[in-house]
Protein backbone atom coordinates (compact mmCIF):
# COMPACT_ATOMS: atom_id res chain seq x y z
CA UNK A 1 0.00 0.00 0.00
CA UNK A 2 1.08 3.46 -0.88
CA UNK A 3 2.26 5.89 2.66
CA UNK A 4 -0.40 7.99 4.47
CA UNK A 5 -0.25 11.49 4.34
CA UNK A 6 1.74 11.53 7.55
CA UNK A 7 4.40 9.25 6.03
CA UNK A 8 4.99 10.93 3.04
CA UNK A 9 5.55 13.94 4.82
CA UNK A 10 7.40 12.31 7.18
CA UNK A 11 9.41 10.85 4.50
CA UNK A 12 10.10 13.92 2.38
CA UNK A 13 11.61 15.69 5.67
CA UNK A 14 14.26 13.32 7.30
CA UNK A 15 15.47 12.54 3.56
CA UNK A 16 18.52 14.62 3.02
CA UNK A 17 19.14 16.63 0.20
CA UNK A 18 21.42 16.02 -2.63
CA UNK A 19 22.30 12.54 -0.62
CA UNK A 20 23.26 10.50 -3.26
CA UNK A 21 22.38 7.33 -1.09
CA UNK A 22 18.70 9.07 -0.40
CA UNK A 23 18.26 9.86 -4.28
CA UNK A 24 14.24 10.48 -4.31
CA UNK A 25 11.92 7.30 -5.21
CA UNK A 26 11.13 6.75 -8.92
CA UNK A 27 7.18 7.03 -9.65
CA UNK A 28 4.81 7.10 -12.64
CA UNK A 29 2.57 10.42 -13.03
CA UNK A 30 -0.40 8.75 -11.32
CA UNK A 31 1.44 7.33 -7.78
CA UNK A 32 2.85 10.95 -8.00
CA UNK A 33 -0.19 12.43 -7.86
CA UNK A 34 -1.80 9.96 -5.44
CA UNK A 35 1.08 10.77 -3.18
CA UNK A 36 0.46 14.28 -3.56
CA UNK A 37 -2.91 13.81 -2.61
CA UNK A 38 -2.11 12.12 0.51
CA UNK A 39 0.08 14.68 1.31
CA UNK A 40 -2.32 17.54 0.96
CA UNK A 41 -4.41 15.15 3.58
CA UNK A 42 -7.07 14.60 0.95
CA UNK A 43 -9.64 12.06 2.78
CA UNK A 44 -12.45 11.66 0.11
CA UNK A 45 -11.88 11.75 -4.39
CA UNK A 46 -15.33 12.11 -6.14
CA UNK A 47 -14.74 10.98 -9.49
CA UNK A 48 -15.97 8.41 -12.55
CA UNK A 49 -13.33 6.49 -14.71
CA UNK A 50 -12.66 7.07 -18.22
CA UNK A 51 -9.97 6.12 -20.74
CA UNK A 52 -7.73 8.72 -19.98
CA UNK A 53 -7.66 8.91 -16.20
CA UNK A 54 -7.12 4.53 -16.32
CA UNK A 55 -3.67 4.89 -14.81
CA UNK A 56 -4.94 6.93 -12.10
CA UNK A 57 -8.08 4.77 -11.08
CA UNK A 58 -5.02 1.64 -10.82
CA UNK A 59 -3.20 3.87 -8.59
CA UNK A 60 -5.80 4.43 -6.58
CA UNK A 61 -6.47 0.93 -6.37
CA UNK A 62 -3.40 -0.17 -4.72
CA UNK A 63 -4.19 2.61 -1.85
CA UNK A 64 -6.42 2.83 1.00
CA UNK A 65 -5.53 6.19 2.49
CA UNK A 66 -8.05 8.16 0.37
CA UNK A 67 -11.97 6.93 -0.12
CA UNK A 68 -13.01 7.29 -3.92
CA UNK A 69 -16.59 7.74 -4.26
CA UNK A 70 -17.74 6.32 -7.59
CA UNK A 71 -20.97 8.90 -8.39
CA UNK A 72 -23.38 8.59 -11.08
CA UNK A 73 -22.80 11.97 -13.20
CA UNK A 74 -19.21 13.72 -13.53
CA UNK A 75 -21.68 17.16 -12.69
CA UNK A 76 -22.39 15.41 -8.96
CA UNK A 77 -18.92 14.41 -8.45
CA UNK A 78 -18.17 18.29 -8.40
CA UNK A 79 -20.95 19.43 -6.82
CA UNK A 80 -20.49 16.71 -3.75
CA UNK A 81 -17.03 17.56 -3.55
CA UNK A 82 -18.02 20.98 -3.28
CA UNK A 83 -20.63 20.42 -0.97
CA UNK A 84 -17.43 18.63 1.34
CA UNK A 85 -15.62 21.86 0.60
CA UNK A 86 -18.69 24.31 1.86
CA UNK A 87 -19.23 22.39 5.23
CA UNK A 88 -16.07 21.59 6.03
CA UNK A 89 -13.21 24.36 5.03
CA UNK A 90 -10.89 21.59 3.48
CA UNK A 91 -10.29 21.73 -0.19
CA UNK A 92 -12.72 19.31 -2.38
CA UNK A 93 -11.05 16.80 -5.09
CA UNK A 94 -12.82 15.58 -7.96
CA UNK A 95 -11.63 13.56 -10.56
CA UNK A 96 -12.87 12.88 -14.26
CA UNK A 97 -11.94 11.56 -17.54
CA UNK A 98 -11.07 13.70 -21.11
CA UNK A 99 -13.81 15.05 -23.10
CA UNK A 100 -17.34 14.40 -22.31
CA UNK A 101 -16.07 13.87 -18.27
CA UNK A 102 -14.90 17.50 -18.92
CA UNK A 103 -17.55 19.17 -19.99
CA UNK A 104 -20.23 17.37 -17.71
CA UNK A 105 -17.92 18.81 -14.83
CA UNK A 106 -18.25 22.36 -15.95
CA UNK A 107 -21.42 23.04 -14.36
CA UNK A 108 -20.03 21.98 -11.19
CA UNK A 109 -17.02 23.99 -11.84
CA UNK A 110 -18.86 27.02 -12.65
CA UNK A 111 -21.00 26.67 -9.51
CA UNK A 112 -17.60 26.65 -7.16
CA UNK A 113 -15.94 29.02 -9.20
CA UNK A 114 -19.29 31.41 -7.90
CA UNK A 115 -19.33 30.89 -4.59
CA UNK A 116 -15.36 31.17 -4.13
CA UNK A 117 -15.10 27.46 -3.04
CA UNK A 118 -11.68 25.67 -2.46
CA UNK A 119 -11.52 22.77 -4.67
CA UNK A 120 -9.06 21.44 -6.85
CA UNK A 121 -10.65 19.18 -10.47
CA UNK A 122 -7.90 16.91 -11.74
CA UNK A 123 -8.77 15.90 -15.40
CA UNK A 124 -7.99 13.43 -18.08
CA UNK A 125 -6.73 14.47 -21.13
CA UNK A 126 -5.08 12.70 -24.58
CA UNK A 127 -1.76 11.96 -24.64
CA UNK A 128 0.17 14.79 -25.38
CA UNK A 129 1.31 13.80 -29.00
CA UNK A 130 -2.44 13.87 -29.32
CA UNK A 131 -3.06 17.14 -28.21
CA UNK A 132 -4.77 19.52 -30.82
CA UNK A 133 -5.39 16.84 -33.28
CA UNK A 134 -9.10 16.12 -32.72
CA UNK A 135 -8.09 12.97 -30.94
CA UNK A 136 -10.78 10.56 -29.53
CA UNK A 137 -12.45 12.23 -26.40
CA UNK A 138 -10.55 15.13 -26.45
CA UNK A 139 -11.18 18.72 -25.52
CA UNK A 140 -9.58 21.72 -25.00
CA UNK A 141 -9.88 21.71 -21.48
CA UNK A 142 -7.58 24.69 -19.99
CA UNK A 143 -9.87 26.92 -22.70
CA UNK A 144 -12.98 25.50 -21.42
CA UNK A 145 -12.67 26.18 -17.93
CA UNK A 146 -10.15 29.28 -17.93
CA UNK A 147 -13.38 32.14 -17.09
CA UNK A 148 -14.72 29.34 -14.51
CA UNK A 149 -11.85 28.72 -12.43
CA UNK A 150 -9.38 30.68 -10.21
CA UNK A 151 -6.31 29.23 -12.03
CA UNK A 152 -5.81 26.27 -14.16
CA UNK A 153 -2.73 23.81 -15.45
CA UNK A 154 -2.08 21.54 -18.45
CA UNK A 155 0.71 19.63 -17.17
CA UNK A 156 3.08 18.05 -20.12
CA UNK A 157 5.73 17.05 -18.30
CA UNK A 158 5.66 14.74 -15.37
CA UNK A 159 8.51 16.22 -13.78
CA UNK A 160 6.38 19.30 -13.09
CA UNK A 161 3.48 17.22 -11.74
CA UNK A 162 4.05 17.56 -7.97
CA UNK A 163 4.86 21.18 -8.40
CA UNK A 164 1.47 22.12 -10.08
CA UNK A 165 -0.16 20.20 -7.36
CA UNK A 166 1.28 22.10 -4.91
CA UNK A 167 0.69 25.00 -7.08
CA UNK A 168 -2.76 24.23 -7.38
CA UNK A 169 -3.90 23.45 -3.85
CA UNK A 170 -2.16 26.56 -2.25
CA UNK A 171 -4.33 28.81 -4.49
CA UNK A 172 -7.21 26.75 -4.21
CA UNK A 173 -7.49 27.30 -0.28
CA UNK A 174 -5.62 31.09 -0.24
CA UNK A 175 -6.93 34.74 -0.90
CA UNK A 176 -10.09 34.39 -2.36
CA UNK A 177 -10.59 30.66 -2.89
CA UNK A 178 -11.81 29.57 -5.88
CA UNK A 179 -11.83 26.34 -8.11
CA UNK A 180 -8.18 25.32 -9.79
CA UNK A 181 -8.57 22.69 -12.70
CA UNK A 182 -4.95 20.41 -13.41
CA UNK A 183 -4.94 18.36 -16.54
CA UNK A 184 -3.00 15.19 -17.11
CA UNK A 185 -2.89 14.19 -20.27
CA UNK A 186 -2.49 10.13 -20.35
CA UNK A 187 1.10 9.76 -21.27
CA UNK A 188 2.48 12.03 -18.66
CA UNK A 189 0.16 9.77 -15.90
CA UNK A 190 2.08 6.87 -16.94
CA UNK A 191 5.79 8.38 -17.54
CA UNK A 192 8.62 8.10 -14.39
CA UNK A 193 10.43 10.82 -12.45
CA UNK A 194 11.85 10.97 -9.31
CA UNK A 195 9.15 12.07 -6.95
CA UNK A 196 9.82 14.84 -3.81
CA UNK A 197 6.40 17.00 -2.90
CA UNK A 198 7.61 20.51 -2.05
CA UNK A 199 6.70 21.13 2.00
CA UNK A 200 6.07 24.79 1.06
CA UNK A 201 5.42 27.15 -1.98
CA UNK A 202 6.12 30.23 -3.40
CA UNK A 203 4.91 32.16 -6.09
CA UNK A 204 6.36 35.61 -7.85
CA UNK A 205 2.84 36.09 -9.06
CA UNK A 206 0.53 35.14 -6.76
CA UNK A 207 0.65 36.86 -3.22
CA UNK A 208 -2.63 37.78 -1.49
CA UNK A 209 -3.26 40.36 1.06
CA UNK A 210 -4.14 38.96 4.16
CA UNK A 211 -3.51 41.96 6.33
CA UNK A 212 -5.52 45.56 5.97
CA UNK A 213 -3.93 48.02 5.77
CA UNK A 214 -3.62 50.17 9.59
CA UNK A 215 -4.64 53.74 8.19
CA UNK A 216 -7.57 52.14 6.49
CA UNK A 217 -8.24 50.60 9.17
CA UNK A 218 -8.53 53.64 11.57
CA UNK A 219 -10.54 55.79 9.22
CA UNK A 220 -13.30 52.83 8.87
CA UNK A 221 -13.14 53.09 13.07
CA UNK A 222 -13.44 56.64 13.03
CA UNK A 223 -16.79 56.50 10.25
CA UNK A 224 -18.20 53.33 12.51
CA UNK A 225 -18.15 55.34 15.94
CA UNK A 226 -19.71 58.53 14.66
CA UNK A 227 -22.71 56.52 12.87
CA UNK A 228 -25.89 57.67 13.09
CA UNK A 229 -27.58 54.93 11.57
CA UNK A 230 -25.04 52.52 10.83
CA UNK A 231 -25.54 48.72 9.92
CA UNK A 232 -23.53 45.94 9.55
CA UNK A 233 -23.71 43.87 5.86
CA UNK A 234 -22.03 40.15 5.18
CA UNK A 235 -21.49 37.85 2.93
CA UNK A 236 -19.80 34.56 2.26
CA UNK A 237 -16.36 35.74 2.41
CA UNK A 238 -16.83 35.78 6.73
CA UNK A 239 -18.45 32.01 6.28
CA UNK A 240 -15.09 31.30 4.06
CA UNK A 241 -13.04 33.39 6.14
CA UNK A 242 -13.71 31.90 9.52
CA UNK A 243 -14.42 35.07 10.68
CA UNK A 244 -17.57 34.39 12.53
CA UNK A 245 -16.77 34.71 15.98
CA UNK A 246 -14.97 38.07 14.94
CA UNK A 247 -18.30 39.19 13.51
CA UNK A 248 -20.41 38.17 16.34
CA UNK A 249 -17.85 39.99 18.72
CA UNK A 250 -18.17 43.38 16.53
CA UNK A 251 -21.63 42.98 16.65
CA UNK A 252 -21.80 42.41 20.40
CA UNK A 253 -19.54 45.10 21.31
CA UNK A 254 -21.24 48.40 18.95
CA UNK A 255 -25.08 47.49 19.27
CA UNK A 256 -25.62 48.02 15.99
CA UNK A 257 -27.82 46.10 13.29
CA UNK A 258 -26.53 43.38 11.32
CA UNK A 259 -28.11 41.63 8.17
CA UNK A 260 -26.29 38.68 6.37
CA UNK A 261 -26.68 37.65 2.83
CA UNK A 262 -27.99 34.34 1.16
CA UNK A 263 -24.44 33.17 1.46
CA UNK A 264 -23.50 34.02 4.83
CA UNK A 265 -26.43 32.91 6.68
CA UNK A 266 -25.18 30.98 10.42
CA UNK A 267 -22.34 34.16 10.42
CA UNK A 268 -24.29 35.40 13.38
CA UNK A 269 -27.05 33.66 14.92
CA UNK A 270 -30.81 33.93 12.97
CA UNK A 271 -31.88 34.45 17.00
CA UNK A 272 -29.61 37.37 17.95
CA UNK A 273 -31.27 40.54 18.68
CA UNK A 274 -29.41 42.72 16.82
CA UNK A 275 -29.53 40.54 13.50
CA UNK A 276 -32.50 41.54 11.17
CA UNK A 277 -32.56 38.74 8.34
CA UNK A 278 -31.25 37.85 5.38
CA UNK A 279 -31.67 40.99 2.77
CA UNK A 280 -32.23 41.43 -0.84
CA UNK A 281 -34.73 40.06 -3.25
CA UNK A 282 -36.18 37.96 -1.08
CA UNK A 283 -34.96 39.50 1.74
CA UNK A 284 -36.88 40.42 5.25
CA UNK A 285 -38.33 43.97 4.55
CA UNK A 286 -36.49 45.57 7.96
CA UNK A 287 -33.43 44.54 6.39
CA UNK A 288 -33.71 45.99 3.07
CA UNK A 289 -34.98 48.63 4.65
CA UNK A 290 -32.30 49.64 7.22
CA UNK A 291 -29.56 48.65 4.41
CA UNK A 292 -31.24 51.65 2.50
CA UNK A 293 -31.48 54.39 4.91
CA UNK A 294 -28.24 53.81 6.89
CA UNK A 295 -25.99 56.51 6.77
CA UNK A 296 -22.73 54.08 7.46
CA UNK A 297 -22.49 50.77 5.86
CA UNK A 298 -19.56 48.53 7.23
CA UNK A 299 -20.03 45.24 4.05
CA UNK A 300 -17.92 42.51 5.29
CA UNK A 301 -17.06 39.73 2.84
CA UNK A 302 -20.08 40.62 0.60
CA UNK A 303 -19.89 41.68 -2.79
CA UNK A 304 -23.17 44.08 -3.48
CA UNK A 305 -24.37 41.66 -6.15
CA UNK A 306 -27.75 42.18 -8.45
CA UNK A 307 -29.69 40.14 -5.85
CA UNK A 308 -28.78 42.07 -2.99
CA UNK A 309 -29.17 45.50 -3.74
CA UNK A 310 -31.34 45.42 -6.59
CA UNK A 311 -30.79 48.25 -8.85
CA UNK A 312 -28.00 50.09 -8.38
CA UNK A 313 -28.95 53.76 -9.25
CA UNK A 314 -32.09 53.12 -6.46
CA UNK A 315 -29.22 52.24 -3.91
CA UNK A 316 -26.82 55.44 -4.53
CA UNK A 317 -30.55 57.87 -4.52
CA UNK A 318 -29.49 57.84 -0.58
CA UNK A 319 -26.19 58.96 0.49
CA UNK A 320 -24.09 57.31 2.79
CA UNK A 321 -20.71 56.07 3.46
CA UNK A 322 -19.33 52.85 2.96
CA UNK A 323 -16.50 50.88 4.44
CA UNK A 324 -15.93 47.33 2.28
CA UNK A 325 -13.50 44.90 3.69
CA UNK A 326 -12.56 41.94 1.10
CA UNK A 327 -9.61 39.46 0.40
CA UNK A 328 -10.54 40.50 -3.43
CA UNK A 329 -9.30 44.05 -4.55
CA UNK A 330 -11.41 43.03 -8.07
CA UNK A 331 -14.49 42.50 -5.63
CA UNK A 332 -14.03 46.44 -4.02
CA UNK A 333 -15.83 49.21 -5.88
CA UNK A 334 -16.95 46.94 -8.76
CA UNK A 335 -20.78 47.55 -8.49
CA UNK A 336 -20.85 50.70 -5.79
CA UNK A 337 -18.42 52.82 -5.27
CA UNK A 338 -17.05 52.85 -1.21
CA UNK A 339 -15.62 55.30 0.56
CA UNK A 340 -12.95 53.47 2.82
CA UNK A 341 -11.62 50.04 0.79
CA UNK A 342 -9.72 47.68 2.64
CA UNK A 343 -8.36 44.52 1.23
CA UNK A 344 -7.38 42.24 3.57
CA UNK A 345 -8.12 38.48 5.54
CA UNK A 346 -11.64 39.31 6.71
CA UNK A 347 -10.73 37.18 10.54
CA UNK A 348 -7.74 39.48 10.23
CA UNK A 349 -8.81 42.71 9.59
CA UNK A 350 -12.28 42.60 11.71
CA UNK A 351 -9.49 41.13 14.72
CA UNK A 352 -7.67 44.65 14.13
CA UNK A 353 -10.91 46.11 13.34
CA UNK A 354 -12.38 45.20 17.56
CA UNK A 355 -8.77 46.03 18.84
CA UNK A 356 -9.12 49.55 17.78
CA UNK A 357 -12.96 50.08 18.97
CA UNK A 358 -11.91 48.55 22.29
CA UNK A 359 -8.82 51.13 22.05
CA UNK A 360 -10.84 54.02 20.79
CA UNK A 361 -11.60 57.16 23.61
CA UNK A 362 -14.93 57.64 21.23
CA UNK A 363 -17.83 55.89 21.42
CA UNK A 364 -21.31 55.22 19.57
CA UNK A 365 -23.93 57.74 20.21
CA UNK A 366 -26.05 56.00 22.34
CA UNK A 367 -28.98 58.47 21.93
CA UNK A 368 -28.52 58.40 17.38
CA UNK A 369 -28.22 54.71 18.54
CA UNK A 370 -31.69 54.62 20.11
CA UNK A 371 -33.55 56.49 18.04
CA UNK A 372 -32.32 54.04 14.58
CA UNK A 373 -33.25 50.84 16.38
CA UNK A 374 -36.85 52.74 17.00
CA UNK A 375 -37.21 53.05 13.52
CA UNK A 376 -35.37 49.58 13.06
CA UNK A 377 -37.93 48.04 15.34
CA UNK A 378 -40.62 50.02 13.15
CA UNK A 379 -39.67 48.21 10.26
CA UNK A 380 -39.49 44.72 12.12
CA UNK A 381 -43.16 45.22 13.32
CA UNK A 382 -44.55 44.88 9.89
CA UNK A 383 -43.69 40.88 10.10
CA UNK A 384 -43.25 40.40 6.74
CA UNK A 385 -42.35 36.67 6.67
CA UNK A 386 -45.83 36.02 8.44
CA UNK A 387 -48.17 33.88 6.45
CA UNK A 388 -51.50 32.42 6.05
CA UNK A 389 -51.42 28.70 7.20
CA UNK A 390 -53.95 26.17 6.21
CA UNK A 391 -55.47 23.00 7.37
CA UNK A 392 -56.21 21.88 4.06
CA UNK A 393 -53.12 22.47 2.24
CA UNK A 394 -49.68 21.75 3.25
CA UNK A 395 -47.47 25.40 3.29
CA UNK A 396 -43.77 24.96 2.46
CA UNK A 397 -43.06 27.91 4.84
CA UNK A 398 -44.56 25.49 8.12
CA UNK A 399 -42.54 22.45 7.25
CA UNK A 400 -39.20 24.30 7.22
CA UNK A 401 -40.02 26.11 10.15
CA UNK A 402 -41.36 22.73 11.93
CA UNK A 403 -37.86 21.30 10.01
CA UNK A 404 -36.08 23.84 12.26
CA UNK A 405 -37.94 23.21 15.53
CA UNK A 406 -37.34 19.45 15.66
CA UNK A 407 -33.50 19.56 14.73
CA UNK A 408 -32.76 22.95 16.80
CA UNK A 409 -29.66 22.37 18.71
CA UNK A 410 -28.59 19.54 16.91
CA UNK A 411 -25.58 18.86 15.02
CA UNK A 412 -27.60 19.34 11.66
CA UNK A 413 -26.84 20.21 7.92
CA UNK A 414 -28.96 21.71 5.19
CA UNK A 415 -28.32 21.68 1.80
CA UNK A 416 -30.71 22.86 -0.79
CA UNK A 417 -31.20 23.33 -4.78
CA UNK A 418 -32.30 26.33 -6.46
CA UNK A 419 -35.86 28.01 -6.27
CA UNK A 420 -38.58 28.78 -3.81
CA UNK A 421 -37.68 26.02 -1.43
CA UNK A 422 -34.24 27.28 -1.17
CA UNK A 423 -36.05 30.80 -0.30
CA UNK A 424 -38.37 29.57 2.01
CA UNK A 425 -35.14 27.07 3.70
CA UNK A 426 -33.40 30.53 4.05
CA UNK A 427 -36.12 32.46 5.47
CA UNK A 428 -37.69 29.99 7.98
CA UNK A 429 -35.10 27.98 9.19
CA UNK A 430 -32.82 29.66 11.46
CA UNK A 431 -29.47 29.49 11.23
CA UNK A 432 -27.40 29.74 14.08
CA UNK A 433 -23.97 28.48 13.27
CA UNK A 434 -21.57 28.99 10.20
CA UNK A 435 -21.06 26.28 7.30
CA UNK A 436 -24.88 24.79 8.36
CA UNK A 437 -26.58 26.13 5.31
CA UNK A 438 -24.96 24.58 2.25
CA UNK A 439 -26.99 25.97 -1.24
CA UNK A 440 -25.76 27.71 -4.87
CA UNK A 441 -26.02 31.23 -4.43
CA UNK A 442 -23.99 32.72 -7.01
CA UNK A 443 -24.32 30.21 -10.00
CA UNK A 444 -27.89 29.04 -8.63
CA UNK A 445 -27.53 25.49 -9.61
CA UNK A 446 -30.47 22.88 -9.77
CA UNK A 447 -29.56 18.91 -8.84
CA UNK A 448 -26.55 20.49 -6.37
CA UNK A 449 -28.84 19.80 -3.48
CA UNK A 450 -28.75 15.85 -3.28
CA UNK A 451 -24.91 16.01 -4.20
CA UNK A 452 -23.88 18.56 -1.72
CA UNK A 453 -25.84 16.59 1.27
CA UNK A 454 -23.98 13.03 0.14
CA UNK A 455 -20.15 15.11 0.77
CA UNK A 456 -21.35 16.70 3.60
CA UNK A 457 -22.24 13.06 5.26
CA UNK A 458 -19.25 11.62 4.21
CA UNK A 459 -17.70 14.17 6.28
CA UNK A 460 -20.09 14.68 9.09
CA UNK A 461 -21.05 10.84 9.51
CA UNK A 462 -22.56 11.31 12.78
CA UNK A 463 -24.54 14.52 11.77
CA UNK A 464 -28.39 14.84 10.42
CA UNK A 465 -27.77 15.97 7.00
CA UNK A 466 -31.45 17.29 5.17
CA UNK A 467 -31.57 18.51 1.57
CA UNK A 468 -34.77 20.92 0.76
CA UNK A 469 -35.14 20.51 -2.50
CA UNK A 470 -37.95 20.58 -4.98
CA UNK A 471 -39.49 18.32 -7.43
CA UNK A 472 -37.68 20.21 -10.80
CA UNK A 473 -34.61 20.56 -8.78
CA UNK A 474 -33.93 16.98 -7.52
CA UNK A 475 -34.36 15.10 -10.92
CA UNK A 476 -31.52 17.17 -12.43
CA UNK A 477 -29.13 14.80 -9.89
CA UNK A 478 -31.52 12.21 -8.73
CA UNK A 479 -29.53 9.36 -9.88
CA UNK A 480 -27.36 9.77 -6.84
CA UNK A 481 -29.07 7.80 -5.18
CA UNK A 482 -27.76 5.16 -6.03
CA UNK A 483 -24.51 6.54 -4.80
CA UNK A 484 -25.85 7.05 -1.26
CA UNK A 485 -27.20 3.91 -1.56
CA UNK A 486 -22.92 2.17 -2.60
CA UNK A 487 -21.20 4.50 -0.10
CA UNK A 488 -24.30 4.51 2.91
CA UNK A 489 -24.23 7.60 3.09
CA UNK A 490 -28.00 8.07 4.77
CA UNK A 491 -29.25 11.66 4.31
CA UNK A 492 -32.56 13.11 4.12
CA UNK A 493 -34.23 14.75 1.49
CA UNK A 494 -37.54 16.54 1.47
CA UNK A 495 -39.09 17.31 -1.56
CA UNK A 496 -41.69 20.53 -1.49
CA UNK A 497 -43.81 19.60 -4.12
CA UNK A 498 -45.50 21.62 -5.82
CA UNK A 499 -45.73 20.26 -9.42
CA UNK A 500 -44.57 23.85 -10.46
CA UNK A 501 -41.50 25.16 -11.60
CA UNK A 502 -42.15 26.87 -8.80
CA UNK A 503 -39.92 30.40 -9.10
CA UNK A 504 -40.49 30.57 -12.75
CA UNK A 505 -43.95 30.19 -12.25
CA UNK A 506 -44.36 32.89 -9.65
CA UNK A 507 -42.46 35.36 -11.89
CA UNK A 508 -44.97 34.08 -14.99
CA UNK A 509 -47.73 34.97 -12.94
CA UNK A 510 -45.95 38.65 -11.79
CA UNK A 511 -44.67 39.45 -15.21
CA UNK A 512 -45.62 37.76 -17.63
CA UNK A 513 -49.40 38.05 -17.36
CA UNK A 514 -50.03 34.27 -15.78
CA UNK A 515 -48.50 32.82 -19.45
CA UNK A 516 -47.68 30.01 -17.76
CA UNK A 517 -44.87 28.40 -20.21
CA UNK A 518 -43.66 25.41 -19.82
CA UNK A 519 -43.37 25.44 -15.42
CA UNK A 520 -46.13 23.00 -15.05
CA UNK A 521 -44.52 19.84 -14.32
CA UNK A 522 -47.52 16.87 -15.34
CA UNK A 523 -45.42 13.81 -15.70
CA UNK A 524 -43.68 13.10 -12.64
CA UNK A 525 -42.66 9.97 -11.42
CA UNK A 526 -43.73 8.20 -8.15
CA UNK A 527 -40.96 8.94 -6.09
CA UNK A 528 -41.91 6.93 -3.08
CA UNK A 529 -41.38 4.19 -5.45
CA UNK A 530 -38.63 5.74 -6.97
CA UNK A 531 -37.00 5.81 -3.71
CA UNK A 532 -37.44 2.31 -2.70
CA UNK A 533 -36.24 1.22 -6.33
CA UNK A 534 -32.78 2.42 -5.20
CA UNK A 535 -33.28 1.11 -2.03
CA UNK A 536 -34.25 3.51 0.01
CA UNK A 537 -37.13 4.64 2.70
CA UNK A 538 -40.08 7.01 0.60
CA UNK A 539 -42.41 8.75 2.13
CA UNK A 540 -45.35 10.65 0.25
CA UNK A 541 -47.76 13.47 2.62
CA UNK A 542 -50.77 15.67 1.43
CA UNK A 543 -51.86 16.87 4.38
CA UNK A 544 -50.37 19.29 7.28
CA UNK A 545 -50.87 17.46 10.01
CA UNK A 546 -48.98 14.45 8.54
CA UNK A 547 -46.23 16.89 8.54
CA UNK A 548 -44.58 16.29 11.74
CA UNK A 549 -44.79 13.13 12.19
CA UNK A 550 -43.17 12.19 9.10
CA UNK A 551 -40.59 14.47 9.69
CA UNK A 552 -39.95 12.46 13.22
CA UNK A 553 -39.93 9.56 11.70
CA UNK A 554 -37.30 10.46 8.40
CA UNK A 555 -34.92 11.76 12.11
CA UNK A 556 -35.94 8.59 13.79
CA UNK A 557 -34.68 6.50 10.45
CA UNK A 558 -30.76 7.68 11.30
CA UNK A 559 -29.09 4.78 9.29
CA UNK A 560 -31.48 5.01 5.57
CA UNK A 561 -31.95 7.17 3.15
CA UNK A 562 -35.62 8.81 3.25
CA UNK A 563 -37.33 10.87 0.61
CA UNK A 564 -40.31 12.42 1.74
CA UNK A 565 -42.20 13.40 -0.98
CA UNK A 566 -44.52 16.83 0.54
CA UNK A 567 -47.21 17.55 -1.58
CA UNK A 568 -47.38 21.44 -0.96
CA UNK A 569 -49.61 24.48 -2.07
CA UNK A 570 -48.86 24.82 -6.13
CA UNK A 571 -50.16 28.63 -5.82
CA UNK A 572 -48.27 29.62 -3.56
CA UNK A 573 -45.42 32.36 -3.86
CA UNK A 574 -42.00 33.70 -1.83
CA UNK A 575 -42.66 36.63 -0.10
CA UNK A 576 -41.66 39.41 0.18
CA UNK A 577 -40.04 39.94 -3.35
CA UNK A 578 -38.04 42.99 -5.40
CA UNK A 579 -39.01 42.68 -8.48
CA UNK A 580 -35.99 42.87 -11.37
CA UNK A 581 -35.31 46.73 -12.10
CA UNK A 582 -36.51 47.35 -8.47
CA UNK A 583 -35.05 48.88 -5.64
CA UNK A 584 -34.42 46.68 -2.20
CA UNK A 585 -36.96 48.81 -0.70
CA UNK A 586 -39.57 48.80 -3.36
CA UNK A 587 -40.65 45.25 -2.10
CA UNK A 588 -43.80 43.47 -2.28
CA UNK A 589 -44.73 42.10 0.55
CA UNK A 590 -47.36 39.77 -0.30
CA UNK A 591 -50.37 38.96 -2.61
CA UNK A 592 -52.10 42.39 -1.49
CA UNK A 593 -49.52 44.50 -3.01
CA UNK A 594 -49.91 43.54 -6.32
Request: charged share 20%; net charge neutral; aromatic share 8%.
Amino acid sequence: MDMSAAEVKRAASAQPQNSPSSSPPELNGSEILVRSLQAEGVKFLWGYPGGAVLYIYDALYKQDTIEHVLVRHEQAAVHAADGYARATGEVGVALVTSGPGVTNAITGIATAYMDSIPMVIITGQVPTPAIGLDAFQECDTVGITRPIVKHNFLVKDVRELALTLKKAFHIARTGRPGPVVVDIPKDVSLKTTAFEYPQTIEMRSYNPVRRGHAGQIRKAVQLLLSAKRPYIYTGGGVILGEASAELRQLVDMLGYPCTNTLMGLGAIPAGHPQFLGMLGMHGTYEANMTMQNCDVLLAVGARFDDRVIGNPKHFAQVERKIIHIDIDPSSISKRVKVDIPIVGDVKDVLQELITQIREAQQKPDAAALGTWWNQVNEWRARQCLKYKGSDEVIKAQMVVETLHRLTKGTDCYVTSDVGQHQMWAAQYYGFDEPRRWINSGGLGTMGVGLPYAMGIKLAKPDAEVFCITGEGSIQMCIQELSTCKQYNTPVKVVSLNNRYLGMVRQWQQLDYGGRYSHSYMDALPDFVKLAEAYGHVGIKIERPSEVEPALREMIRLKDRTVFLDVRTDPTENVWPMVQAGKGISEMLLGSEDL
